[in-house]
């Protein structure tokens, strides 16, 4: 990380500290866009990604004092994106419970539109793959090659060794290209 941006991050640091509201809206303007298409790459829904994207700066907003000043803001605030995410997938198993009587029987006429990006382009046949690793994997493979996070960065986000980040990429690699490979009809290596 540039020494620009990290001291960009101690501005909007110190000025959340000073005055909360203006630091606010500096943080908004900084980081939103990063932390939705984060927060989208984790989840692949708009609507749950603006909402991950503002609970995080929400929360990174409350947890001023918690900042460690040695590390990167970004990287603050990949750790509470991560663990917001996490919550939600445990608040949603928890609520996971349907019974079938209760499910409408109505076809959804729609398309996928993870399939129609598929068929466009490599670069959506990516993202598909992605989206269709466990979140342990995805997780480290998004702040890795999206947000753009160096293996130390991502370990200390998911309080994890650099080691296991590194088996995770890895493994998250692998299973993207066996994924492309046998959707391109050739055989994974």
Known sequence: MSMRLIYW?????EQIRTDPEAGAKALVASYSDRL???????????AMSEDLAMRTLARAVKA?????SEAAYFSFLCTILVNLHRDDLRLKAANALVYMEDVPEVEDARPNPGDALAVKSDAAAVRLAVSRLSPILREAVVLRYFGELSVADIAEALAVPEGTVKFRLSE???????????RKGGVAR
């Open 36 to 46: 939705y298409k984060l927060a989208f790459r984790l989840c692949s829904d708009a």
């Open 9 to 13: 991050d101690m501005c909007v640091w």
């Open 64 to 68: 001023q004092g918690d900042f460690p």
């Open 172 to 182: 998250g690699r692998r299973k993207i290209c066996a994924f492309l490979t046998k």
